[in-house]
């Protein structure tokens, strides 16, 4: 694809020696930093016809939030019904191609509701089992983002008429060709609670038997392992009124991305799943929520985002860490 934002020369560059970006660059770049590219494109153009091709096998995480198959049309324009679920599921090859043999494909979904009705659609649901079974790929683990400063939805059963309470979580399933692909729960151990803070200035437990059967020993859970191992319920609030994307876009009188990700979400898989200067790859960008986390985690990145306005809004994310600008007008 041509376009006249884009550049493809992207020689004054100066990638780190260890870049995989050395060398040809990937078409259709709309901006670079030293970490990542971000590409204007639709993913399933770019990723078959050739353009990354000199990434397969070697992305070790695919993070992606892709377009939600919605009552209403979001701005972007999504599929619906079962045509939505045949379309996210032709994605699986193109994913599999990319991926390094112990790489994995992290895929975040929200509910959705039967239109006029006050009954939760199953389409997210099927759209990840069709996902997964169709490409072979195993299941490593479901996660829960609950996200506590969610407005009240479906406003019609849950505000007016009080038959619902308030939706306020995300799926993210975590799926992999390889039943153990590269991980790593060290790397994302959260603080202890107060509690066990407690419990480990004290030196001693509450031992004995447990209503669950489990018989547990004075010293059981008293060793200091460096925080807390998390569980697949990931808590973020996702209010960032302030941050330097969404003070770049007023500024500049950019669209905000309406279905933005915290960016804590992204760092937590990343931090999990790859290692400094493995690759990230986010097929469904937006406002490259997932380039920024990973450039900050010094992994690489290219995210893929078939709309200009919310490209053109992402490189708030970046500041002075781009290194080519397609987009000099902004
Ligand atoms: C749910 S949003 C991603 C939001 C992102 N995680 C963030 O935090 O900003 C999905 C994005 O996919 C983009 N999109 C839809 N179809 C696409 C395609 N075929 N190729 C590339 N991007 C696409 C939409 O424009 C939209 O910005």
């Not at 859970?221 to 807390?228: E, P, T």
């Not at 990700?261 to 290692?275: C, G, R």
């Not at 306005?309 to 002075?320: A, L, P």
């Amino acid at each position: 694809m041509q376009n006249n934002i884009l550049k493809n020369n992207i020689d004054e560059v100066a990638p780190p020696l260890s870049s995989p970006f050395l060398g040809r660059p990937p078409a259709n770049v709309a901006y670079s930093t030293r970490q990542g590219r971000m590409l204007l494109g639709k993913s399933d153009e770019l990723l078959g016809d050739g353009s990354l091709s000199r990434f397969e096998g070697k992305v070790n995480l695919i993070f992606t939030s892709p377009p939600f198959p919605l009552n209403r049309k979001k701005r972007y324009g999504n599929e619906t019904g079962d045509s939505y679920i045949q379309w996210l599921s032709a994605f699986g090859p193109f994913f599999k191609k990319m991926l390094a043999p112990n790489g994995s494909i992290v895929i975040e979904m929200g509910n959705s509701w039967e239109p006029g009705a006050p009954v939760m659609s199953t389409l997210a649901l099927r759209a990840l089992l069709e996902f997964q079974a169709k490409n072979e790929l195993h299941l490593c683990q479901e996660f829960i983002w609950q996200n506590p400063a969610r407005l009240p939805s479906p406003a019609q059963w849950v505000n007016i008429e009080r038959i619902r309470v308030k939706d306020s979580f995300t799926k993210l399933w975590w799926m992999s060709p390889n039943q153990r692909p590269k991980a790593n729960n060290q790397h994302v151990l959260q603080e202890y609670s107060k509690a066990m803070k407690e419990l480990l200035k004290k030196g001693s437990y509450n031992s004995g038997k447990r209503p669950s059967e489990h018989n547990i020993s004075k010293t059981a859970f008293l060793r200091d392992n460096g925080g807390a191992i998390p569980s697949n319920v990931l808590t973020y609030a996702n209010t960032q009124s302030a941050d330097a994307y969404q003070t770049y876009c007023r500024e500049n009188k950019l669209q905000l991305h309406p279905a933005r990700m915290p960016s804590e979400l992204a760092k937590f898989f990343i931090k999990f799943l790859t290692e400094p200067d493995d690759i990230v790859l986010d097929p469904f960008g937006g406002s490259n929520t997932t380039g920024a986390a990973a450039e900050e985690l010094e992994r690489f990145w290219i995210s893929i985002e078939a709309s200009e306005d919310y490209i053109k809004g992402s490189r708030g994310r970046f500041g002075d860490r781009i290194t080519q600008d397609s987009f000099p007008e902004v």
